[in-house]
């Protein structure tokens, strides 16, 4: 059997693929790469979202972590469909309100620079502190240019767990639950120019026990709250709900297992030079663990969301939701990744096609910079758009090399399959891949230009392009035929 | 039987011949080696009192804390191995997924650390995984850790060397059956029976058990994981098979309900995986032939497993009061009132205030003077009937007023003649204005 791995693709992203004049000219006339995204995919998952919300009758705001995609279309889009934004920096936060987004709307998490921080105040967004130290210095800061209160959240870390030890990676950020009581006296001291609305974590992990803990954490520190006689009303859970990049869960199996007897010497090797994604070979014995992500993920999104808020509180026994319900409480959501699920493609020219000894290796116009998969251990093939009026050859096995010239730009270690041997002038079209997997880490290494982004809708059955900082939702839709 | 010691207890499981009308095997002689009859519950006993027994003295003259890597059976008899010779458990695990044994281990008075999960973002630099990282830090001398290390560890097998082979080879009259068949965890019972019967008679078939990739077995390997496994040696098996998580809860039943055998999921696997496999060799016999396959553990351990995927097999009999009967019509006849009427009639009438939320909520903020009967108490003390006098008004409050509104109505059907809900629940009555205390 063929180890495919082939991506999930819904409706509307299965339709942009099918045009392939378009995007054959569209890579003619902009170049390889070019990121393709679909603002118009946007609300069928922020409704997902809050489907969610709206099931556990929990109110509370939908904040896309904007650091997923810089696009202008996607953040705009956003700022149209009455979505939140979470921004990261000073150019996020510049770009949120240039969208559109209204300070009530925008929040501003992670650390911050002083700029960041003043500009944050002096719009009068709501500011996730990261620090006790960020709480202080944004006091002195409203108070010394006179700006109103600014309503904050403080992000919480280290959180405990009763019963069994919920082991998490210790996390740069946040500030331990163990220093709640001092950030509330600070919040108590400057109760003139911060304005507590909640409580916040995030954790970069896919298991649930933790974030069941850290949820349960926060519901803790606002009962310390209340007991001060401070009324905060909000939880702001941050991202990490994950996306399904397969198809098919029996590929994702079959392919793993194929990859550990390929670790074991047991089939020929799956990768370049042999490399185990993690696994390697000791005596016959498979050591590590394979460091890919999950790529089929049968709950994730805002399913994950869902089983998170029906799992029930350790040490307080009712479900998440109920209590968040019980007490009131708004509840935020951060996703970036799982926002941003089916809503873009990176498109790359087949630069040449090579047979080296056994090996068929492709050249393509983009390097590992482009089109991030590998470093984010994403496993899913490209989908081949071949030249309009070119027939496709026989199935083939490939290595895809980038066009930096270094050994390791390979747009990923491993051998890629394709139904059809890819020719030159064919584009190879990686795909859902808007969420850290574009241009997440794009530079002008060799000098080779970095991507144009188009913004792809469809209306009444046409499809339509334009540049990404030429999009506006409203503006475009007037011209449809 | 008497005994000085528990751990004398461990082993001599019998050996039960199935009954042919259940399994269907018609050449077969089919037997389940009964591991669950082990004092702390299962096949894991041996092994751990073999692993631990020889370093015991020397970890308790050091003070050491006994540790291992699992999530199942194995840290069960060693929590209780080490508890009753005065030392810590600790037990390193990827993830508790089983609650009721969570509880146990806990119970038992272990220790367990939960290894992190995955990263959202993967980070490249991290190349070492938790678990290897757990082993250098219990591989250095001296670290105050007893480690037993099953999944290396050679005693492991030893404890099936030396007991479970021999003491099915003595109950078949000194012969090997012809056919052996075992779920693979470490791989310790597995190889150290096959070893014995290969040794009686080169012959024998072992068929090894896996779990299927797509749902857990709980306390065995699927078929990736297996090559992890320092015990494990293709070489053991004439063949290695997968089962689902499925296959398992149905020969789970057979063995509960058809043989008196309270089997947990790898037993049920086992057998299912065992008949599987015999029933395609059935056919072509000519002559008779014997087989065993091994009963790891007990049933009561996996309640929740098996409703999580047979959630059917739990029915629970129709409640007589209950707010799921409740009609929509009902529903719309149920009264409800909004926040302002609501202050006037609990000045006025001094009804009773029913907050439904949880405790952890109502100490944080309440509306004054009402009491807490938290939804799910309320609905039990409902069951038995009507929880308040007919002459005493109530007002049911829950956060939005969808609850509180099924129990009007139900309260009413059960003839009570004022019983009202708070429109909007206390969210509402908040967002009003209106006051909530602490006291
Ligand atoms: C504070 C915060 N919120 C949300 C996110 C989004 O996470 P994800 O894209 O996994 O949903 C991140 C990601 O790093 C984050 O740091
Ligand atoms: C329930 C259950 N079944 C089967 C096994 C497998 O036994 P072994 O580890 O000897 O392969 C285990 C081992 O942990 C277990 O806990």
């Known amino acids: 059997m063929t180890p495919y791995l082939v991506p999930r693709t819904e409706p509307l992203l299965r339709s942009a693929l099918d045009q392939d004049a378009l995007l054959h000219q569209l890579v003619d006339a902009l170049g390889s790469p070019l990121n393709v995204v679909l603002p118009g995919q946007l609300a069928e998952n922020l409704a997902g979202f809050r489907a969610v919300l709206d099931a556990h009758r929990l109110p509370g705001e939908v904040y896309f972590a904007h650091k997923a995609n810089r696009s202008s279309a996607l953040v705009r889009e956003l700022a149209a469909a009455g979505a939140g934004l979470d921004v990261a920096s000073l150019g996020e936060l510049q770009h949120a309100l240039g969208a559109g987004f209204g300070p009530a709307r925008i929040m501003a998490t992670g650390p911050k620079s002083p700029p960041f921080l003043a500009l944050a105040a002096r719009a009068g967004v709501i500011v996730n502190a990261d620090t006790l130290a960020e709480l202080s210095e944004l006091a002195l800061l409203v108070a010394a240019h006179g700006l109103p209160r600014v309503r904050v959240m403080v992000r919480l870390s280290s959180f405990d767990s009763p019963g069994v030890n919920v082991m998490s990676r210790r996390s740069r950020f946040g500030t331990p639950v163990s220093q709640v009581g001092a950030a509330l006296d600070l919040l108590e001291k400057h109760a003139d120019t911060l304005e507590l609305i909640g409580m916040a974590y995030h954790l970069d992990t896919m298991g649930l026990p933790e974030k069941a803990a850290a949820l349960e954490g926060c519901l803790k520190a606002m009962d310390e709250c209340h007991q001060r006689g401070l009324r905060p009303r909000a939880l702001d859970i941050g991202g990490g709900f994950g996306v399904n990049y397969l198809a098919d869960g029996a590929q994702w199996e079959s392919y793993t297992t194929a990859l550990t007897e390929a670790v074991l010497g047991k089939r020929p090797p799956m990768t370049w030079h042999g490399h185990g994604y993690g696994l390697r070979n000791e005596g016959g014995k498979v050591r590590g663990t394979l460091s890919v992500y999950p790529s089929y993920r049968p709950v994730a999104g805002a399913a994950y969301l869902d089983r998170l808020l029906s799992t029930v509180s350790p040490s307080l026994r009712r479900p998440l939701a109920t209590l968040l319900l019980d007490n009131m409480y708004d509840l935020h959501v951060e996703p970036g990744r799982a926002l941003l699920d089916q809503c873009g493609a990176v498109l790359g020219t087949v630069l040449e096609v090579r047979d080296d000894g056994d090996e068929t290796l492709v050249r393509l116009d983009l390097n590992a910079r482009d089109v991030s998969i590998e470093e984010h251990g994403v496993l899913m093939d490209p989908i081949l758009i071949s030249r309009p009026g070119v027939a496709g050859g026989e199935p083939a096995g490939v290595y895809l090399l980038g066009n930096l010239c270094l050994e390791s730009d390979l747009i990923t270690r491993r051998k890629v399959f394709l139904p059809a041997r890819p020719r030159p002038g064919d584009l190879l079209a990686f795909v859902n891949t808007a969420g850290y997997l574009m241009d997440f880490r794009a530079d002008h290494a060799l000098m080779q230009p970095v991507a144009h982004t188009v913004a792809l809708t469809r209306e009444h059955g046409a499809w339509r392009w334009c540049l990404d900082e030429r999009y506006w939702p409203a503006a475009d839709r007037g011209e449809a035929a | ?439």
């Open chain 2, 1 to 439: 039987m008497r005994y000085d010691h528990v751990t004398d207890m461990i082993g001599d499981t019998p050996l039960l011949r199935l009954d042919p009308a259940v399994h269907g095997l018609v050449n077969i002689d089919l037997y389940a080696k009964l591991e669950l009859f082990n004092p702390f519950g299962s096949v894991k006993d041996r092994a751990a009192w073999s692993m631990a027994a020889p370093y015991l003295r020397q970890a308790t003259e050091r003070g050491d804390t006994v540790v291992e890597l699992s999530s199942g059976n194995t840290a069960k008899a060693l929590a209780v191995i080490a508890g009753m010779h005065g030392l810590p458990f600790k037990s390193v695990t990827n993830r508790m997924k089983v609650p009721e044994i969570k509880d146990l281990l806990l119970l038992l008075g272990a220790e367990i650390d939960e290894l992190p999960g995955q990263a959202e973002c993967l980070d490249p630099t991290n190349t070492e995984d938790p678990l290897t990282r757990m082993h250098q830090l219990l591989a250095g001398s001296d670290s105050g850790y007893l480690h037993t290390d099953q999944y290396f560890n050679r005693r492991n097998i030893g404890a099936h060397v030396h007991g479970t082979g021999p003491e099915i080879v003595a109950d078949l009259d000194g012969r090997a059956p012809d056919y052996f068949i075992a779920c693979v965890g470490t791989a310790g019972s597995s190889a150290g029976v096959a070893t014995v019967l290969r040794h009686h008679d080169p012959d024998v078939t072992v068929v090894g058990l896996v779990a299927e990739k797509s749902d857990f077995i709980p306390g065995i390997r699927n078929i990736d994981e297996v090559h992890e496994v320092g015990l494990f040696d293709p070489g053991h098996y004439d063949s290695i098979e997968t089962i689902s998580a499925d296959e398992a809860i149905d020969g789970l039943l057979t063995l509960v309900r058809r043989c008196g055998i309270l089997a947990g999921p790898t037993g049920g696997g086992a057998y299912q995986g065992a008949v599987r496999f015999l029933s395609a060799v059935d056919a072509q016999l000519t002559e008779r032939r014997t087989a065993v396959f091994i009963v790891c553990d007990r049933v009561e351990s996996y309640m929740s497993y098996v409703r999580e995927r047979r959630p059917a097999l739990f029915h629970q009999p129709a409640r007589r009061h209950s707010t799921r009967t409740i009609t929509a019509e009902e529903l719309a006849r149920a009264k409800a009132i909004d926040v302002p009427d609501a202050q006037r009639w609990i000045a006025q009438e001094g009804c009773v205030v029913v907050d439904l939320r949880g405790p952890f909520a109502y100490q944080a903020l309440h509306i004054d003077r009402s009491i807490n009967i938290v939804d799910e108490l309320f609905a039990e003390l409902v069951h038995g009937g009507l929880p308040f006098g007919r002459r005493q008004p109530v007002l049911l409050v829950c956060p939005v007023g969808e609850k509180s509104a099924r129990y009007a109505a139900l309260l009413t059907r059960m003839g009570h003649p004022d019983v009202r809900s708070l429109a909007g629940g206390i969210i509402a009555w908040r967002d009003a204005g209106a006051t909530l205390v602490r006291d």
